[in-house]
């Protein structure tokens, strides 16, 4: 079954992303979700918190909570070192970490560059994927923050 990118979404626009490693695999997502980009700091443990949540920490008076990105993603768990980074992004009206092993680079793209996500099984989910996008350095996951924290998963992290 052909899988389309939604044409209305990206018809001939340029897109800002921001490239960054899990593992052996890169990922982006918008530029335009993106508040800032820390280096790696210890957080807060919570107890009984979602597997995904490493904890949380302060951010200039705000506490918001830190995702392993790559356990999220279905991936083993990330372990934070020197290099590691947290990216700060706003999904549903909330601030978040995003533990990543490096952040890559800030690329403005051709939205046409990104292709569809292929289909692997009928129970594969893509629906965290807004596509792939192929350059001369390999393949990079775009990754759609919206749909991989739903409104109401968020309000369970808040809680």
């Known amino acids: 079954m052909a899988t389309t990118i939604n044409s209305t979404m990206y018809s001939g626009e340029m897109l800002e992303i921001i ?7 890169e990922f982006c997502v918008k530029t335009t979700t993106i508040r800032e980009i820390r280096g790696w700091a210890p957080s807060t443990p919570l107890p009984h918190a979602p597997k995904d949540v490493i ?15 790559a356990y999220k993603l ?12 947290i990216v700060v992004a706003e999904v549903h ?21 990104v292709q569809p996500v292929p289909e692997v099984s ?12 192929a350059n001369e350095h390999g393949m990079i996951c ?18």
């Open 19 to 25: 490239a960054f490693r899990l593992h052996d695999q």
């Open 55 to 69: 904890g949380v920490m302060n951010l200039r008076g705000s506490v918001i909570p830190i995702i392993d990105l």
């Open 74 to 85: 279905g991936m083993k768990s990330t372990v934070a070192n020197e290099r590691s980074a």
């Open 93 to 113: 009206n909330m601030v978040i970490g995003m533990l990543v092993d490096r952040v890559s680079d800030i690329l403005t793209i051709p939205s046409s560059q």
């Open 122 to 133: 009928a129970s594969f989910d893509k629906s965290f994927s807004e596509g792939i996008i």
């Open 142 to 159: 775009f990754l759609n923050l919206a749909k991989m924290f739903k409104g109401t998963e968020m309000e369970d992290i808040a809680a």
